[in-house]
């Protein structure tokens, strides 16, 4: 794939969950630190890879530049078969697989960030939001995964490593409805323990 895939890093940022998505897959891949109280994610060399000057944003070795963390991990899960996280095309696992990667930058980002920060003081009618609200994202994750260990079966998947590093932080940052839900929190735990999770979290 020509040169080393490199992601630029900050380790208090979504960016460790394309890191650990790399990780997971295996790849080859050199970091490049975003120091935020610099300002690097405003510099001109950067913007001019994201426009948006967030991260993750990751530099493929043909030079396509990759950013929204979904977007990253499926892709690598398309270019790191072996790995087994990308079904095959035209499966219903497949389907289910974009299903929940859109449910989490869709539905469970929007929800997170109205239950931590936006503290409303009138919460946004639910019918009227794509996102629903926030009991309705945990319900709807907690229906799946008390019927299997992963969300589309069996086997993890990409949506798993995406929608694991979620509930990980959400967890961790006391999110609501988490900790104290046995379902979510085994999901939470059973992600937070594969070997690629604690890679990407390793000091270089």
Known sequence: MGKRI????NPRS???TARWMLEEVGA???????DFEKGDQRSEAFLKLNPMGKIPTLVLGDGTVLAETPAIVMHLADLY???????PLGTPE???TYRWLFFGAGCFEPALTIELIAKLKEPLPSSSVGWGDWQSVLKTLESTLAESNYLTGEKPTAADIYIGAQLIWARMFGAPGIADNPVLSRFADRMAARPA????FATD
């Open 6 to 9: 490199k992601l630029y890093f």
């Open 14 to 16: 979504r960016a460790v």
């Open 28 to 34: 080859e891949y050199e970091l490049e630190t975003i």
């Open 81 to 87: 078969l072996e790995a087994e996280l990308a079904a």
């Open 94 to 96: 497949r389907a289910s």
């Open 197 to 200: 999770h604690h890679r990407a």
